[in-house]
C-alpha cells in the first residue's frame, strides 16, 4: 500500500551485501563485486547484492561536478613506498602505511580502467601534448598503450574530467545491474545484531522522493557516504551559502552511523582546510603545478620563501621537499593575522614567464586550459571570474583557506579505522600507550582478516570512510571500494548460514525516522508562521546552531582556526544541548526530513571531532588548528593515532592512543 507524509509504507527487503552510497568507492565495489559474486557461485554460495544512493549516481559524491585532475596515479616508474611517504609527511607523520602502500600498489588499475571507459586523459606523445580536445580519433589508450601522462604533480595527473563521475557510474551500473540499485534512499542508521552486539544485521533509510522507508537486512555492507561538509559556519553568506569547497551533500553519515554502529573511529581530530581561490572554491593544484604560479601577500611578497624559517618549528614536517599541506596554511595565516592580506595567487607573473619561453598559439591554449581547470570541476570559479572582471593573464585572484572539512580520502584522514592487507606488520600489544583504555573486544593489529572491515563484524569502508590513510583521492577510493568487494564477498562465504537478527523492531526504527514529520503534523497549527513554533526547529535553524558553536569554540574561521581547552568546554556543554534538541527537528515535507537527518549525522560527527581534538594535547596540524594551550607538535607523547569508540545507548565517547609504527622508513 502506497504510504502518505504521516504514515510511510515500509518496505523490508533482505541481501547479502548492502552498498550504502553512490561515489567513487562504490562505483569501484559495484564495478569489482560481479565477478568475485560469480566465482562464489561456481563454489555453491549465491550472493545477492543492492547499491543504495540518496542521490542520483551519474552526480553524486564529491565528483558530481567532474575533476580536472586524478591525484592518484603512481606509474610505471615510481615506488609505491614513495608515495606512502608523501602521505606521511603531508599529514603531519599519523598514518597507516600498511593502508597508504597497499593502496599504492593497487590504485594505477583503476586508471586503466577509467581510460578504457572513455576518460580522456592528457597525454604527451614523442614531445607533443594532446588532451581531450586534440586527442586523434583512431587514438590508443594512454597509460597503457604508451606516451606519458600530463603529469601536475609527482602523482597527479591531468584529465578532461568534466564527466568523469559519469563515465565511472556507467561502468559501475552496467556491471551490477539496474535491478540491484535504487537511487534516492537517504540510509539514516545501521542496525546492530539482536546476537551481536558487535556486528551490523541492517540498515534503515527512507525514500527522498515517496513516502517510504527502507529496512534493509544483510550479512555485510559497504558504508562509504564520503566525508562531511557543513559542519563549520562557511565563508559563504546569503545565496551563496550552498557553495563550499566539499560538497555539501556528504554529512557526515559515513562517520556518525559507523560511530553508532559501535566501530572505532580514528584521527577525528584531522581536518582539512584547503587553500582556494575565494568565494568561488576553484581548485589551485593547477596553477601551483601547472602553470608554476606563486601566491603572495598584498604587497607582492612570496610568504612560502619569506616565512620559510617557520618551517623549522615542525621537523621534519616542514622541511620535506613539499612541506606539508597545513603547514603551507600556516605560512599563509601569519600574513593574514598581521594584516598583509589579501593573499593573491600571481596569475599575472606566470602566465607572463610563461608567454617568454612560448608561442602565441601555446600560451591562448595554456589559458584555455585554465578556463578548462575550472569547467571541469569547479564551475562556480568562471562565474567570478567572469562576475569579477577576472582575466587570469591581466588581474590576480585572491586566494583564502576556507572552513574546515571531514575526510578521510582527500588531504585528510579522519576516519573509521580498518583492517590492513595481511602482508605487512604492525604494533605490538605492548607498544600501544594506552593498552588499558582500548576496549577489549577491538583488534590490537591493523589486520583482522578481511581487506577494509572495520572493526564492527561485516561492516566495511572505503574512500573517504578509511581513516588515518589520506590522499586516495578519486582513483584510490575507487581501488579501495573495489578491495572491499572481494573481501565482503569472502566475508559472505565465510558465514553463509548466518542470519541477521534486528537488535530494533522495525515499527520503533520507522518512528523514528519519521519522528521529525510528525512533530511537524502534530504542532504545525499552534502558530500561523509556520517557521515559528515553540514546539520544534527548522533543520535550517538547528544547522546555524551547530555551525555557529563549531566555528567559535571549535577553531572555525571566527577565531583564526585556534581553540584551548575552555572553550572546547563549552563547546561540548553546547553540543550536548543541540543534541537533545535535535529531537525536536520538523520536517514539512520530504525535502526536509534528509536536511533533518543530514544534521544528525553532521552533529554527531561534530561531537567526535571536537572530542578528539580535546584529547590530543598537542596542535598536530598547524594551519588547519591550533590548540592555543598546547601549541606545539609534541613528537614525545603525541606520536600515536587516537581513536575512539561511541556507545549509543549512554551517548559517551571512549577516546585513546593508539601505538603509530613507520612500516616504511621515513628517513628516504
Ligand atoms: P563520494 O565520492 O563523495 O561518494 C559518497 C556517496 O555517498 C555519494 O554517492 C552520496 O550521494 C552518498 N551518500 C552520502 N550520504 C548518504 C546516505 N546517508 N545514504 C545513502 N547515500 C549517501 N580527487 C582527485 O583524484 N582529483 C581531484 O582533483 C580531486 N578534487 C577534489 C575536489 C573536491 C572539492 C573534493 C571534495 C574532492 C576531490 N577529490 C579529487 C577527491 C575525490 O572526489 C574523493 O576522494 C572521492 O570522491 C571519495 O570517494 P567516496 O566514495 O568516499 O565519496
Redesign the pocket.
Known sequence: MAGTFGNPEVVQEEVDILI?????????AAYEIMPWIGAAKDAGVDITVKL????A?DR????AQG??????YIGPNQDPADYARMVSNDLMGITRDDLAYDLGRNVDDSVHLFEEWGLPIWKTVNGERFDGATWPKEGGKLLKDGGDPVRSGKW?IMIN?ESY?WIVAEAAKKALGSDNIQER????KLVNDANDKNRVAGAV?FSTREDKVYVYKFKACLL????CVNIFRPRSVGEGQGRA???V???G??YT?AAEAGAELTMMENRFV?ARFKDG?G?V?AWFLLFKAQATNAYGEVYMVKNKELLNDYPPYGQAAVPASCLRNHLMLKEMKEGRGPIYMDTVTALAKLRETLSPREVKHLEAEAWEDFLD??IGQCGIWVGENIEPEKKNSELMPTEP?L????SGCCGIWASGPDDVGAPTTEEHPDKDLIPAHLPQGWNWGYRSMTTVRGLFT????VGASGH???????TE?RMCAQSMVKFVMDNKDWVPTLDTSVESLVEEIYRPVRTFLEHKDYTTAIDVNPHYITPRMLQFRLQKIMDEYVAGVATYYTTNGHMLAVAEEKLGMLKEDAVKMRAKDLHELLRA??NY?RILTAEAHMKHIQFRKESRYPGFYYRMDHNYVDETNWHCFVNSVYDKETKTWNVFKRAHKDLVDKSK
Open positions: 550504502i552510497g553512490g561515489g567513487m568507492a562504490a562505483c569501484g543504495v544512493d540518496k542521490a549516481m553524486s559524491g564529491a565528483v575533476l580536472s585532475a586524478i591525484n592518484t597527479q574530467g563521475k534512499v537517504f540510509i539514516v533509510g562509504v557516504a564520503g566525508g569547497w566539499y560538497p551533500w556528504n554529512a553519515s559515513t552511523m584547503p572554491y581548485p593544484g570541476m569547479c572539512y575526510l578521510g580520502s582527500h572505503a574512500g573517504d570512510g586516495k583521492f578519486s582513483s584510490g577510493s575507487h571500494g537527518w543530514e549525522h
